[in-house]
C-alpha cells in the first residue's frame, strides 16, 4: 500500500488550519483559478501560481494522486470583479490591434512560457472559457428553473438574496468586500440586489463584443464566475477537495462560484479553501493597469534567473503579503548562488542510505506539510547539508525536497554569469570558503527571519555573528559583512 503523510492547510472557509481529508481516500481534486489572457501575468500573479504549485507537488510528495484543473478566462472578465468596467479582453484587442481570440493565444502561450521558467508544472487539465458555452447554457439553465436566477433587462442574473449564507468566507474585510465597487461604479439597476451578478449578458454596454454564442436567453457572452463552476464539474465532477487562487478572488469570485455552483448541485462542493496573500511593490499591490510592470522577462532583462524569484516566494509564507524590491531580490541571488555551489561541492562519496533518506522525506512531508511552510523546507535543505550523512545520501535527499521546492538545487553549480546579483563572497577573497558560506547562511536566515517579522530571531543571529567577530551592515545593495 503507497505511503501517505499527513497535511494541514489553513481553510478560509473556516479559517483554521485543519488535518487535510480528501473526499476520497488517496485522491485529490484540485482547482486553479486560470489568468486572464488579455496582457502578461506579473510576477504578483505568479505568486499565487507558484505556490499552488508548491501545494500541489506537496500534496503528490506527500503520496496523494492529485487530479488539477485550471481554467483560462478568454471571455467575460470585465476590469472590476463586479461586471463593471471595460472588458479585458477587448482592452488588450483594441491595445494590440489585435483579435480576441489571437490575444488569448498569444497571451496563453506567454503565461505557460513565464511558468516553465518558474518551474511550475501545467495542470493536468487546462480549459479555455471559450471551449464550454454549452456547459455554462446547461448550469444557468438549471439555476433559472430552481428559481436561483432571474432575467432582467435581457440579461440573466444570479439572486444572491435566495441563499440564507451568501458571504459564505464571513469576516471579509473592508478592504475585500470593496473589491467589487472599487473603480467607478455605474450601478447596474437590473440588479434586484447589490451582489446580484451575472450569468450572461445579452445586452451589455459593449456592443461590439467580439466573441457572441446563440443561447436561450439571445445571442450573448456568459458572466466570467460561471466559467469556474463548469470547468471544474466538467472534469471534477461536482465534489472538490481543494480551490486556489489569491486572495482577492475570496470576493466576489470565489463566493459567487460557491453560490450558483451549490445552488446548482444542491450540496457542499468544495471542502478547502486555499488563498495566496499578494506580491506588493514598494507603492502597493502589483496591476497590470499601472504601466510598465512587473514580468518574468523585465526580471531576465535585468539579468535575473527566474529561479531565484521562485527562491524568493518560497522564503516566506503563503499566507502573509510579501514586499518586491530589487534589494530584496538580490539578497535572494546571494542566498540561491551560495546554497547551489555548497551543494554542488558535496563530495561524491559513499553509498545512498535509503532508510535515512526516507526519515528525512517525511520529515520534509510533516514540515512543509503544516500548512505549506516554504521557508522551513529551505530550512531543512541547510539541516541536511549540516548533517553527517553522506555525500551521496546529502544529495539525493536534497534532490527528493527539490522535487516540492523546484529551485534545481542539485543541478550544475551557480557560475558568476547564470545568476546576477553581487556577490559577498569576492569581498572576502582571504576567508576559508567553508567560514564564509556559514556567514552566508546566517545572513540568509536573519534574512528569512525578518522576511518572517521575526525580528527577535533576526537580531539574534546578528548578535551571534558579532561574537563570532562578524559585524553585518545593511546596504542598499544588500546585507555585506566584515571582521570586526
Ligand atoms: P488574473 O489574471 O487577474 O485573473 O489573476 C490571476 C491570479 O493572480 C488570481 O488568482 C489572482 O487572485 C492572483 N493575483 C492577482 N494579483 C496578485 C498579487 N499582487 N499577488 C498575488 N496574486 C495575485
Ligand atoms: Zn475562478
Same mark, same amino acid.
Given at each position: 500500500?503507497?505511503?501517505?503523510?499527513?497535511?494541514?492547510?489553513?481553510?478560509?472557509?473556516?479559517?483554521?488550519?485543519?488535518?487535510?481529508?480528501?473526499?476520497?481516500?488517496?485522491?485529490?481534486?484540485?482547482?486553479?483559478?486560470?489568468p486572464?489572457?488579455?496582457?502578461?501575468? %506579473?510576477?504578483?500573479?505568479l /505568486?499565487?501560481?507558484?505556490?499552488?504549485?508548491?501545494?500541489?507537488?506537496?500534496?503528490?510528495?506527500?503520496?496523494?494522486?492529485?487530479?488539477?484543473?485550471?481554467?483560462?478566462?478568454?471571455?467575460? %472578465?470585465?476590469?472590476?470583479?463586479?461586471?463593471?468596467?471595460?472588458?479585458?479582453?477587448?482592452?488588450?484587442?483594441? /491595445?494590440?490591434?489585435?483579435?480576441?481570440?489571437?490575444?488569448?493565444?498569444?497571451?496563453?502561450?506567454?503565461?505557460?512560457?513565464?511558468?516553465?521558467?518558474?518551474?511550475?508544472?501545467?495542470?493536468?487539465?487546462?480549459?479555455?472559457?471559450?471551449?464550454?458555452?454549452?456547459?455554462?447554457?446547461?448550469?444557468?439553465?438549471?439555476?433559472?428553473?430552481?428559481?436561483?436566477?432571474?432575467?432582467?433587462?435581457?440579461?440573466?442574473?444570479?439572486?444572491?438574496?435566495?441563499?440564507?449564507?451568501?458571504?459564505?468566507?464571513?469576516?471579509?474585510?473592508?478592504?475585500?468586500?470593496?473589491?467589487?465597487?472599487?473603480?467607478?461604479?455605474?450601478?447596474?439597476?437590473?440588479?434586484?440586489?447589490?451582489?446580484?451578478?451575472?450569468?450572461w449578458?445579452?445586452?451589455?454596454?459593449?456592443?461590439?463584443q467580439?466573441?457572441?454564442?446563440?443561447?436561450?436567453?439571445?445571442?450573448?457572452?456568459?458572466?466570467?464566475?460561471?466559467?469556474?463552476?463548469?470547468?471544474?464539474?466538467?472534469?471534477?465532477?461536482?465534489?472538490?477537495?481543494?480551490?486556489?487562487?489569491?486572495?482577492?478572488?475570496?470576493?466576489?469570485?470565489?463566493?459567487?462560484?460557491?453560490?450558483?455552483?451549490?445552488?446548482?448541485?444542491?450540496?457542499?462542493?468544495?471542502?478547502?479553501?486555499?488563498?495566496? %496573500?499578494?506580491?506588493?511593490?514598494?507603492?502597493?499591490?502589483?496591476?497590470?493597469?499601472?504601466?510598465?510592470?512587473?514580468?518574468?522577462?523585465?526580471?531576465?532583462?535585468?539579468?535575473?534567473?527566474?529561479?531565484?524569484?521562485?527562491?524568493?516566494?518560497?522564503q516566506?509564507?503563503?499566507?502573509?503579503?510579501?514586499?518586491?524590491?530589487?534589494?530584496a531580490?538580490?539578497?535572494?541571488?546571494?542566498?540561491?548562488?551560495?546554497?547551489?555551489?555548497?551543494?554542488?561541492?558535496?563530495?561524491?562519496?559513499?553509498?545512498?542510505?535509503?532508510?535515512a533518506?526516507?526519515?528525512?522525506?517525511?520529515?520534509?512531508?510533516?514540515?512543509v506539510?503544516?500548512d505549506?511552510?516554504?521557508?522551513?523546507?529551505?530550512?531543512?535543505?541547510?539541516?541536511?547539508?549540516?548533517?553527517?550523512?553522506?555525500?551521496?545520501?546529502?544529495?539525493?535527499?536534497?534532490?527528493?525536497?527539490?522535487?516540492?521546492?523546484?529551485?534545481?538545487?542539485?543541478?550544475?553549480?551557480?557560475?558568476?554569469?547564470?545568476?546576477?546579483?553581487?556577490?559577498?563572497?569576492?569581498? %572576502?577573497?582571504?576567508?576559508?570558503?567553508?567560514?564564509?558560506?556559514?556567514?552566508?547562511?546566517?545572513i540568509?536566515?536573519?534574512?528569512?527571519?525578518?522576511?518572517?517579522?521575526?525580528?527577535?530571531?533576526?537580531?539574534?543571529?546578528?548578535?551571534?555573528?558579532?561574537?563570532?567577530?562578524?559585524?553585518?551592515?545593511?546596504?542598499?545593495?544588500?546585507?555585506?559583512?566584515? /571582521?570586526?
Amino acid at each position: 500500500m503507497r505511503r501517505m503523510c499527513s497535511m494541514k492547510l489553513y481553510n478560509s472557509l473556516t479559517k483554521r488550519v485543519e488535518e487535510f481529508v480528501p473526499n476520497e481516500e488517496g485522491k485529490v481534486k484540485m482547482y486553479t483559478c486560470g489568468p486572464t489572457v488579455y496582457h502578461f501575468a %506579473h510576477i504578483g500573479n505568479l /505568486r499565487s501560481y507558484l505556490m499552488e504549485d508548491v501545494l500541489e507537488k506537496l500534496l503528490r510528495y506527500s503520496g496523494y494522486d492529485v487530479k488539477r484543473v485550471m481554467n483560462i478566462t478568454d471571455v467575460g %472578465h470585465l476590469s472590476s470583479d463586479a461586471d463593471t468596467g471595460e472588458d479585458k479582453m477587448l482592452k488588450g484587442a483594441k /491595445r494590440e490591434h489585435k483579435t480576441v481570440m489571437e490575444i488569448a493565444k498569444f497571451y496563453t502561450d506567454a503565461f505557460f512560457a513565464d511558468c516553465a521558467k518558474l518551474n511550475i508544472k501545467t495542470p493536468d487539465v487546462v480549459e479555455p472559457a471559450t471551449n464550454c458555452i454549452s456547459e455554462f447554457i446547461h448550469m444557468i439553465e438549471v439555476l433559472l428553473e430552481k428559481g436561483y436566477a432571474y432575467k432582467a433587462g435581457e440579461n440573466v442574473y444570479f439572486d444572491t438574496s435566495k441563499l440564507d449564507n451568501y458571504y459564505v468566507f464571513g469576516g471579509q474585510n473592508e478592504e475585500d468586500l470593496m473589491v467589487g465597487v472599487r473603480d467607478d461604479v455605474t450601478e447596474d439597476e437590473n440588479k434586484r440586489n447589490k451582489n446580484d451578478f451575472v450569468l450572461w449578458f445579452t445586452k451589455s454596454k459593449f456592443e461590439d463584443q467580439a466573441l457572441k454564442w446563440d443561447s436561450p436567453w439571445g445571442v450573448g457572452y456568459p458572466g466570467w464566475h460561471i466559467e469556474c463552476s463548469c470547468i471544474s464539474m466538467k472534469h471534477l465532477g461536482e465534489y472538490m477537495d481543494i480551490h486556489c487562487g489569491g486572495v482577492d478572488n475570496i470576493f466576489p469570485h470565489h463566493t459567487n462560484e460557491i453560490a450558483q455552483s451549490e445552488s446548482y448541485t444542491g450540496h457542499k462542493w468544495c471542502n478547502y479553501w486555499f488563498h495566496v %496573500h499578494h506580491l506588493n511593490d514598494e507603492t502597493g499591490k502589483m496591476s497590470k493597469s499601472k504601466g510598465e510592470f512587473l514580468t518574468v522577462s523585465l526580471l531576465e532583462e535585468k539579468g535575473y534567473d527566474p529561479l531565484v524569484y521562485r527562491m524568493f516566494t518560497l522564503q516566506s509564507h503563503y499566507r502573509k503579503p510579501l514586499v518586491f524590491s530589487f534589494e530584496a531580490l538580490d539578497q535572494a541571488v546571494k542566498t540561491y548562488k551560495k546554497l547551489k555551489n555548497r551543494i554542488a561541492s558535496i563530495p561524491a562519496e559513499g553509498e545512498v542510505d535509503e532508510a535515512a533518506k526516507r526519515e528525512w522525506h517525511d520529515k520534509f512531508a510533516e514540515v512543509v506539510g503544516n500548512d505549506v511552510n516554504t521557508a522551513m523546507g529551505l530550512t531543512l535543505v541547510y539541516d541536511v547539508l549540516k548533517s553527517d550523512l553522506s555525500g551521496a545520501t546529502k544529495r539525493a535527499v536534497i534532490d527528493d525536497f527539490d522535487y516540492v521546492l523546484g529551485l534545481k538545487l542539485t543541478e550544475a553549480a551557480v557560475t558568476e554569469s547564470s545568476v546576477a546579483g553581487t556577490d559577498g563572497t569576492s569581498d %572576502h577573497a582571504g576567508e576559508d570558503p567553508a567560514f564564509v558560506a556559514h556567514v552566508e547562511e546566517k545572513i540568509a536566515e536573519r534574512a528569512a527571519a525578518k522576511k518572517e517579522k521575526n525580528f527577535a530571531l533576526a537580531d539574534e543571529i546578528r548578535a551571534n555573528l558579532l561574537e563570532e567577530g562578524i559585524v553585518l551592515e545593511d546596504t542598499r545593495e544588500g546585507v555585506k559583512w566584515h /571582521r570586526s
